[in-house]
């Protein structure tokens, strides 16, 4: 979860974090993997099937094991799509330019409505839906090390204890 989270931050810290788990040589591996979180799943895999053949674990368990690490694996592939997958620009940009338009005609066709304060209710509006856009913005970037950001900390955390 550690070298998951790390990774969709574009983060390469996450031996600081594992030093009490990993060994001197499975930390320099881990460090120079071009995918850690594949790494780290490989490495499980291989330490699952030496105890299965020095007889620590049965076939099932073993099995047990791999089909969570696929499940795991799927996971990481879906969290990489989310990462690697922005909004179109093309998309952005004319919702943004309808915006602005809008913003520019509603005082016109708020003018007979609410008289002079058209620009105050314009502001208003302009306001919600700007701050509309911004969540949006930063719901495209799930992972990224902010306030409005997934608690990835947290469900290390949780899966560490």
């Known amino acids: 979860a550690v070298a998951k989270k790390r990774h969709l931050r574009d983060e390469r810290t996450m031996l ?19 995918h850690p979180p594949l790494w780290f799943l ?17 076939s099932q368990q073993a099995q047990n094991f791999h089909d969570q690490f ?37 005082p016109l066709a708020l003018y007979g ?8 209710v314009n502001f208003v509006v302009s306001y919600v839906v700007i701050g509309v856009e911004q969540v949006a913005t930063e719901c495209e970037m799930p992972f990224e090390h902010n306030g409005n950001s997934l608690a990835l900390g947290r469900l290390c955390d949780t899966v560490r204890a």
Not at 42 to 58: I, N, P
Request: charged fraction near 25%.
């Open 16 to 34: 600081l974090e594992l030093a009490d788990v990993l060994g001197p040589c499975d930390r320099r591996d881990a460090a120079t993997a071009k």
């Open 113 to 120: 409505t609410v008289g002079t304060w058209c620009l105050s």
């Open 42 to 58: 490989d490495a499980l895999s291989r330490y699952v099937a030496e105890t299965e053949a020095a007889g620590g674990m049965d």
């Open 70 to 106: 696929t499940i795991l694996e799927e996971a990481m592939c879906g969290c990489e799509k989310i990462k690697k997958t922005p909004i179109p620009f093309a998309i952005t940009s004319h919702l943004r330019t309808i915006s602005v338009i809008f913003f520019l005609l509603l």
